[in-house]
C-alpha cells in the first residue's frame, strides 16, 4: 500500500467517528448584490481529498448535503467572472451560512482562457481544408486528451511540432501526410492572441447554466492515483465500492464512498517488458510506467473484477474477497479492449488492433477468438501486418508515423451484449457496427451514417445507443429494422463535442453521454427527446466509462493523459446524484 493510501486508511476511523453532520449553505452573487444563477460551488475536504459541487439557483442560493465536520476550501465559480475562494471551518450540529461575492471579469484574454476546451478546439477546425481532415483531427488527436485546454493550445515551430506528431503517432495518433502537414499553421493561427482574444474574449459567451433539470444535482469527486496516472475506466461493485484501472502504472484502485478509504494493488507483471507486447512504440508520457496497461473492467457474475491489461496482451481476475490477482495470456490477437459480461457470465471483449472478438468463459475455461470482416484487401494487409512489424521493430528503429497514408486499422473499439444474447461491437475506423452470433459464430457489419462509432450501449428495449466520436452525435440503431437516428449533441458551438463513450440506465433507459471535450455529463430522455447538461466543476474532465450506482448515482472518472494537465494535476473518480439525494458524505450517513 502506498503511503497515500496508508494515510487515507488511517484518517477514516477518525472522521466516522463525528456523531452529527455538519450543514453549509450561502449564496453567490455579483460585487452588485445580483445572484449569479448556476455558478458552481464547491466544498473541499482538505483531509479527505474529496470535493463536493452544487449549482446556485436562480436567486443565487446554493446548499451543500451534510458533511463531516472539519475544514473546508470553498470555492464559488462562474464563467465571466473570478474565482472566490473561502476557508471554512465546519463544527458538527451546526449550519455555516455564506455568501460569495463574485467580481467580473473583464480582461478578455481571462475570460478566454476561462472557457472549455471545446470552444478552442473550434477556432482550431476551423483553420484546416476540409471536412475530411477535420474528421481526421479530431478522431486521431483528442482521444487521450482534450485538444485546446491550456496546456494544449501552445504556438510552436515546425520542428517541435514534427517531434511532437512522432511522439502522438507512438501513442496510436497516426495522421495522414495531408493533415499533419496541415495542422502547424491551422493550430499556430488559432492559438495566436490575434485569433483568439476577438473571437473568445471580446464577444465572450459563457456556457449556459443548468436547467431546471440539473439545478438540484450533487457532484462528489475523489482524488485517486497520482500525476503519472491514468484513471481510464470504472466500475461499480454491488458492495458500493468503485474500482478504477490506472493504464500508465499498472494500478487497481478501489475507493469506498461512503469512508473515502483508497486502496491500491500491483497487477502482476510478470515477464512482460516496459511496454508490453508494443515496447518499440516507446511508451509515453515518460513518467508512464506501463507494463500491462489495465484498460476496462467489470464485475463478473460472482462478484470477481475482470480486466483487459492493453499492452501486456493479458486478461486478469480480481477477486475482492482473497485481493489476489490471476493472469490469462491472450495468445491469439492483438491489444484487448473493451470488455462486457453476457448472460452466462462469460466475457468478451474486443481485440483492438487485430480486429478481432474474444471470448472466455470463466466457468468452463473454454475461449474462443473470432475475426471480424475487414472492409477491403488493404484493411486486411495492415491488419496482419502488425505481428510481424512488432517482431521487426526489435531490430529494426519502427516509426509508426509512416503508416499515415495506409490502410488503416478497423479498429474493433467499444462491445455490448444485446437482450437476445447477441455481441455487438463498434468498428471505430471503418464507420462500422457489427453483431456476432454467440452461438453460431456468423457476423453481419453495418455501415454507419456517421464517423467513429465507439463504446456503445443497449437499451431495455433492444435498441442500440452510439456515441459518434469525431462527428458529435448521439445516434440510436435499431437491429430489427436497420434504422439509424442521430441527434446533434447539445455542446456550442455544434460539432464541438467528441463523446468517449456512453450508457443507458436500463431501469430507466435514460441515455448519459460523456461530454468528453466540454467539461460536461450530457443526459438525453428518449421519450421527450431532451438533453440536459451538468457542467463538472473541474478544467480538463475528460471522461471515458460512465457506470451505475445505488439511488440513481452516475459514475465515471477523469482520465486526462497527462494528468497534470487536469485542474489540481490529478485523476478523480467522479458521482453524480441527478436528484442532489445529498449522499455526498457517506460516512455520516453511516452514523
Not at 484518517?11 to 450561502?26: K, M, Q
Not at 528503429?397 to 503508416?403: A, S, T, Y
Not at 455544434?494 to 441515455?511: F, S
Not at 471535450?517 to 478544467?539: C, G, K
Amino acid at each position: 500500500m502506498t503511503t497515500r493510501a496508508l494515510l487515507f486508511v488511517c484518517l477514516v476511523p477518525l472522521l466516522a467517528r463525528a456523531e452529527t453532520p455538519a450543514h453549509l449553505a450561502g449564496r453567490v452573487t455579483d460585487d452588485a448584490g445580483r445572484p449569479v444563477v448556476g455558478a458552481l460551488v464547491t466544498a473541499r475536504h482538505l483531509a479527505l481529498a474529496r470535493e463536493t459541487t452544487v449549482y446556485a439557483d436562480a436567486d443565487g442560493r446554493w446548499a451543500m448535503p451534510p458533511l463531516e465536520p472539519g475544514r473546508y476550501h470553498v470555492r464559488a465559480r462562474r464563467p465571466g467572472f473570478r474565482d472566490r475562494t473561502h476557508v471554512v471551518d465546519l463544527a458538527g450540529a451546526t449550519l455555516v451560512s455564506s455568501v460569495l461575492v463574485l467580481e467580473r471579469e473583464t480582461d478578455p484574454r481571462e475570460l478566454a482562457w476561462q472557457l472549455p476546451a471545446n470552444r478552442w478546439l473550434a477556432l482550431a477546425v476551423a483553420h484546416l481544408p476540409d471536412d475530411a481532415a477535420r474528421e481526421e483531427f479530431l478522431r486521431q488527436c483528442t482521444f487521450c486528451h482534450q485538444q485546446g485546454s491550456w496546456a494544449t493550445r501552445v504556438q510552436r515551430d515546425p520542428e517541435e511540432w514534427r517531434k511532437l506528431f512522432v511522439l502522438m503517432a507512438r501513442m496510436g495518433g497516426i495522421l495522414s501526410t495531408r493533415v499533419r502537414s496541415a495542422l502547424p499553421e491551422a493550430l499556430n493561427a488559432a492559438y495566436d492572441e490575434s485569433s483568439y482574444v476577438p473571437a473568445l474574449g471580446e464577444h465572450f459567451a459563457p456556457p449556459p447554466p443548468p436547467d431546471a433539470v440539473a439545478a438540484h444535482a450533487v457532484i462528489t469527486e475523489w482524488e485517486v492515483g497520482g500525476t503519472g496516472s491514468m484513471q481510464h475506466d470504472i466500475t461499480v461493485h454491488p458492495d458500493g465500492r468503485i474500482y478504477s484501472a490506472d493504464t500508465t502504472q499498472d494500478k487497481l484502485y478501489r475507493l469506498d464512498p461512503r469512508t473515502g478509504e483508497r486502496r491500491t494493488f500491483d497487477i502482476p507483471r510478470g515477464d512482460s517488458p516496459l511496454g508490453g507486447v508494443f515496447t518499440v512504440m516507446q511508451p509515453i508520457p515518460a513518467n508512464a510506467d506501463a507494463h500491462v496497461a489495465p484498460h476496462s473492467l467489470q464485475v463478473a457474475p460472482d462478484g470477481s473484477i475482470w480486466i483487459t491489461l492493453c499492452l501486456g496482451n493479458k486478461i486478469a481476475r480480481f477477486d475482492p474477497r482473497t485481493e489476489q490477482f490471476e493472469i490469462f495470456l491472450q495468445e491469439d490477437g492483438l491489444y484487448p479492449h473493451t470488455l462486457r459480461f453476457d448472460a452466462r457470465g462469460r466475457a468478451w471483449y474486443t481485440l483492438a488492433v487485430s480486429n478481432q472478438v474474444a471470448m472466455i468463459d470463466p466457468q468452463s475455461g473454454e475461449r474462443r477468438t473470432y475475426r471480424l470482416p475487414a472492409r477491403t484487401w488493404g484493411e486486411t494487409f495492415a491488419v496482419r501486418a502488425v505481428p510481424w512489424l512488432l517482431w521487426l521493430g526489435r531490430w529494426v528503429p519502427f516509426n509508426p508515423e509512416g503508416g499515415g497514408d495506409a490502410p488503416q486499422l478497423p479498429i474493433p473499439y467499444g462491445i455490448d451484449i444485446a437482450p437476445d444474447g447477441a455481441v455487438w461491437v463498434s468498428q471505430l475506423n471503418a464507420r462500422r457496427i457489427g453483431r456476432l452470433d454467440p452461438e453460431t459464430g456468423d457476423i453481419r457489419l453495418v455501415d454507419t451514417p456517421f464517423a467513429a462509432p465507439r463504446r456503445l450501449r443497449f437499451d431495455s428495449q433492444g435498441h442500440l445507443w452510439i456515441p459518434g466520436f469525431s462527428s458529435s452525435v448521439l445516434a440510436r440503431f435499431d437491429p430489427p429494422t436497420g434504422a439509424f437516428r442521430t441527434w446533434d449533441l447539445p455542446t456550442e458551438p455544434r460539432g464541438t463535442e467528441t463523446p468517449y463513450a456512453l450508457n443507458v440506465d436500463r431501469r430507466t433507459d435514460t441515455v448519459w453521454i460523456c461530454g468528453t471535450q466540454s467539461d460536461t455529463l450530457i443526459r438525453f430522455e428518449p421519450a421527450s427527446e431532451r438533453f440536459t447538461v451538468y457542467p463538472l466543476p473541474t478544467r480538463v474532465t475528460y471522461t471515458r466509462e460512465i457506470e451505475f450506482g445505488p439511488g440513481g448515482a452516475v459514475w465515471t472518472s477523469n482520465s486526462n493523459l497527462p494528468a497534470w494537465q487536469i485542474e489540481g494535476a490529478l485523476p478523480k473518480v467522479i458521482r453524480l446524484e441527478p436528484d442532489g439525494t445529498g449522499a455526498g458524505s457517506a460516512t455520516l450517513a453511516r452514523n
